[in-house]
């Protein structure tokens, strides 16, 4: 069942992961912890939710389809006893929207109970797949994460084979999978947060007090904003290629970090995936926006006379962009924040204006005026196209420049962002100009590449290196397995 959210032409986020870990006899209620850190990243997923937790004999686990409110009522989390566990907010990049492919993923192993969460897209994952089916393992689903769960039951057969040796196990995982990873894994006494050597995905480690000042425990969260919102300390990231361990003993770092200039963060956590209030390599994103616009200003500058952002990732960069440019900064649209999650059809006359249902144009702010208005990416172009379209007649704006903190993205992702296949992305397909036209804009102008590594590394250069694959085609790790299936599929239409 689609989600009136899942027309509208936006890249679709990746997922969220949580893990816990605290001192039993603190009795802290980790079901409850989880579920308000997952709420606080349901933006990072909103197709299927769920948790594991332990009190170190028994795993308990819920999951299901929908939102984090919708999977866990009262009776879910009483069940949920235990005081370390992991949780996942899920959109499907890699397997169907199936809750069998509902996270987290849960074995029985020779040496207890194994429960894995994960948040990215291994691209050798298929290989992976063959490899565990060669040595007689079954899978059931067709999701990544199960691939690296059974590869954790089941690796490569190690000498010793009486010790759990979980912290072998994954590092032989960083090894060989590939692709972005941000894993929470739960055995039968601790925790642990991996991410992969690129440091794709975000993971960050925070440190959980109790009202008398008591260190509870601590949690790991694709997103510092989840930190904030239980008030535990963000200590650090966990760094690319890290391996760490919490347990009684506290935090362990099993594996170091890879050096940072190896990395290639998403820097489309920048741009869009990432709540605003987050810090992402010690930056926080609102500020980071802020320098888009900022550097848009500087780039394309448009004579008109107020400025306004699309709802609400673009925001900042408006702001920045108005302050730059010395224009006045107005509301031009007001959102429906709850539509997006209704599953009931439109009427078809509805569908094919569907920007009308999210969004409507204040008039008042926007008549007889040339307005610039700033969103943060185009991807397929019909939500664009549809607001231009409310802004000039609803809005009734006398002209509508378009201005993108983003550079055009030509090329997919395969590392667990769902923009669109590439006959889909409206930048590959035509140059700015046949884009401002089919839009139906004035003016369209993009913030370049080099502006946006700018913008988001700021004034102190970061050691840190970013994928910006979807806007210059320059993959960190091999796609050709990808590519090969795209060109198969185009052929084949
Ligand atoms: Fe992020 Fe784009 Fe790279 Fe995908 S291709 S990981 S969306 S920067």
Known sequence: MRALEDDFDRP???????????????KAEVARMAFFSLYAL???????AGMAVSDGNLVTM?????????VFDETAMTNLKGHFGIGHNRYSTTGDSHVRNAQPYHVSTLHGPLSVAHNGNVTNAAALRKALMERGVGLMSTSDTEVITQYLAAPVPFKDRTAPRWEQRLAQLLDVAEGAYSLVVMTRDCLYAMRDPLGMRPLCLGRLK???GKVMGWMVASESSALLTLGAKHLREVGPGEIIRIDKNGITTVKPPVAEKSTAMCIFEHVYFARPDSKIEGQTVQVVRQRMGTQLAKEAPAEADVVFGVPDSSLPSAMAYAE??????TEGLI???????TFIEPTQEMRENKVRLKFNALRENLEGKRVVMIDDSIVRGTTMYQLVRLVREAGKAKEVHVRIASPPINNPCYMGVDLASREHLMAAQMDVDAMCKAIGADS????SPEGLHKAVRGDEPKPCGHCDACFTGNYPVDVSFF???????QFEL
């Not at 730059?324 to 900064?329: D, F, K, R």
């Open 324 to 329: 730059a440019t010395g224009l006045p900064q």
């Open 335 to 341: 959102k429906n924040r709850y539509i997006g999650r």
């Open 12 to 26: 679709k986020e990746e997922c969220g992961v949580v893990g816990f870990w605290t001192h039993p006899e603190m």
């Open 483 to 489: 590519e090969e299936s795209d060109a198969k599929r």
């Open 444 to 447: 369209l102008a993009f913030l």
């Open 42 to 48: 349901q933006h990072r997923g909103q197709e299927s």
């Open 210 to 212: 109790n009202r008398d």
């Open 62 to 70: 819920h999951k299901g389809m929908g939102l984090v409110s919708q």
